[in-house]
């Protein structure tokens, strides 16, 4: 076990780097005395409980807030066990930041795109690599901690904000779960429309600012339009739980079920970019040359006129897919914005449910 600290400014700010030991255990002996606390993380423990007790133990005096990540193990699904496995871990993340869990004194938060690492108080910061887990023992982690109650301040005027205005407010009830899945859904929806753009077209310029569709080399792959194709399904299955939860039909009314459909046409077997997904240059030039029937000694010539041929093939098949492509992203951006129509119905639902309630 060691925990070792430098001093960066005197009084101010210190490296501290360990392995075997917490790397923030000074932020964390100032929870008894801190009236404010801010955590966010990429993942909480699965099944040990100390340091979230701890926060719970410092919410009755402080006003607590934490932001998590769900692990990005929900990028791709191939298989039924891997999908129950991300439906587990769902549901131990929720279950462990409910409001009935913890009584509601921790304000909890999910961001799916957050990676950052800060525990904090009105005293004193920690800003590095370890994630709110006791997991991150087990490793080598680095970070600052910053003592100077100004600087302290800074950091919560200024970056908790951001994190927190990215985040989805986690209350622990049926419209705040629906609203998680669908932020989730979302969430890989756009990694998956990225993937198949990041496949698909090359960046030019100093700093790679200008984007322009790869018609000689694509590199688009089978694997990235499953993942998509996938997603439809998904996205459908849990429209279709919504309105059995909620007995209405309103949220399938508002999600863009054409542009579901048109995405599985563009990306069914033998369409442009299928096709274009599934070439192998490799493949089809060995064909050419069993084609041609070619002699040992002409071999070398063969090869080169198959490579040649390899390549203008998949150029074609390129520009016949670009504007199927072009297709597939304004359909994706269809779905989202429909997400946010559900999204926002949910509240609605979730506010009139909180009016019968208190009809005062």
């Known amino acids: 076990m060691s925990y070792q600290k430098f001093p960066l400014i005197p009084g101010q700010i210190d490296i501290v780097t360990s392995k075997g030991e917490i790397n923030y255990k000074e932020v964390l002996n100032d929870f008894d005395s801190a009236n404010y606390i801010f955590v966010t993380t990429y993942n909480i423990s699965q099944k040990r409980k100390k340091l979230l007790s701890l926060l719970k133990r410092a919410a009755d005096h402080a006003e607590v807030r934490i932001v998590t990540n769900i692990p990005n193990r929900y990028e791709t699904y191939y298989g039924d066990k891997v999908r129950d496995k991300a439906r587990e871990t769902i549901n131990n993340y929720t279950r462990k930041l409910s409001s009935n869990d913890n009584e509601e004194q921790i304000d909890s938060f999910f961001n799916f795109e957050n990676h950052s690492k800060v525990v904090l108080t009105n005293n004193i ?211 989202l914005n429909s997400f946010e129509l559900v999204i926002r119905k949910i509240e609605d639902l979730r506010n009139e449910q909180e009016i019968s309630i208190d009809n005062t």
Request: charge should be negative; hydrophobic fraction near 35%.
């Open 125 to 335: 910061a920690y800003i590095g690599s370890a994630n709110f887990s006791e997991e991150s023992n087990n490793n080598r982690e680095t970070g600052f901690i910053i003592r100077d109650r100004k600087l302290v301040q800074v950091v919560i005027d200024n970056l908790v904000p951001i994190i927190s205005d990215e985040s989805i407010k986690y209350y622990g009830d049926s419209f705040e779960n629906k609203k998680l899945v669908l932020s989730l859904l979302a969430s890989r929806l756009k990694s998956a429309a990225m993937k198949v753009e990041e496949e698909s077209y090359t960046y030019i310029g100093r700093f790679e600012e200008v984007k322009i569709y790869n018609h000689s080399d694509p590199q688009l792959r089978e694997e990235t339009l499953e993942v998509l194709l996938e997603l439809m399904e998904e996205i459908e299955d849990e429209i279709y739980s919504i309105n059995v939860l909620y007995e209405t039909d309103e949220f399938a009314d508002l999600i863009d079920s054409d542009a579901i459909k048109q995405i599985r046409i563009l990306c069914s077997e033998d369409d442009n970019i299928s096709e274009l997904a599934s070439f192998s240059e490799r493949y089809y030039a060995s064909d050419l040359i069993a084609e041609w029937n070619v002699h040992n000694e002409e071999m070398d010539e063969a090869a080169q006129r198959a490579s040649d041929q390899s390549s203008e093939r998949k150029q074609e098949l390129a520009e016949a897919a670009q504007q199927d492509i072009e297709s597939l992203f304004l359909n994706v951006q269809k779905i």
